[in-house]
């Protein structure tokens, strides 16, 4: 029953160092998303998959990039990391539709120094 | 492109009353969903109610209720008996014909004695 698993929990980088956030999903989901929260902000959305085989940008992707490695999964890289990139970052994913609730993983919180 | 927004940053209620949740939303797409999400302290994002454009009633879920109010694009969340688990942040959330969820940047709840 573990729904949405993001790893790691917590990470400290220095600017320009690099780092990869897994996720993986074990509810049969197409859709999965990279979100991240920033105080007063909400969730911004960085990039999403809308099916396995496929990705598109978010309101904020600059400075990172995805891989859909398959259904289950979907990573999310940092190159180059840079203080603004300071935040806890969600993963999720849903069925395919407009009424379909996100679910959500218990998040990863990133700071750079 | 499609905006959502929470205009109160904090709200106060105390125990056992109820508490309106203010969501307003712009978008020209014909079919969307609107959604509300909790997240107490402990960071975790919890799915509470959804809403769809062509639903003719407004949705419940135990103690929430959605005052789906279409002409004026809001979406208001209602908490009734309001308890004390209940304080956290609550954000709502839009996804349209891209099925890309949009969130509002939130309002802190507090329960009080």
């Known amino acids: 029953n573990a729904g949405v698993t993001q790893t790691p929990k917590f990470q400290v980088l220095k600017t320009g160092q690099s780092m990869t956030l897994q996720c993986a999903q074990d509810m049969n989901h197409n859709s999965m998303y990279w979100y991240r929260q920033d105080p007063g902000m909400g969730l911004r959305l960085i990039y999403y998959?809308?099916?396995?085989?496929?990705?598109d940008k978010g309101e904020v992707p600059n400075g990172y990039n995805v891989s859909r490695l398959n259904k289950r999964e979907f990573s999310l890289r940092l190159e180059s990391a840079a203080p603004s990139q300071t935040s806890v970052y969600f993963c999720a994913s849903s069925r395919t539709g407009y009424n379909s609730p996100l679910h959500f993983g218990n998040g990863t919180r990133l700071t750079v120094t | 492109a499609q905006k959502i927004t929470q205009t109160q940053p904090g709200m106060f209620v105390q125990e056992k009353e109820a508490v309106t949740l203010d969501c307003t939303y712009d978008t020209s797409d014909p079919s969307y969903g609107l959604f509300w999400y909790k997240q107490p302290s402990s960071g975790e994002m919890i799915f509470l109610i959804y809403?769809?454009?062509?639903?003719?009633q407004n949705a419940t879920e135990g103690r929430y209720s959605l005052n789906f109010q279409k002409a004026r694009k809001s979406a208001n969340l209602v908490i009734s008996a309001s308890q004390l688990g209940d304080s956290a942040m609550y954000f709502c959330a839009f996804t349209g014909t891209a099925s890309k969820l949009t969130f509002g940047t939130g309002t802190r709840l507090q329960v009080t004695l």
């Open positions: 809403q769809g454009s062509y639903d003719q």
């Open positions: 998959s809308a099916s396995e085989g496929t990705t």
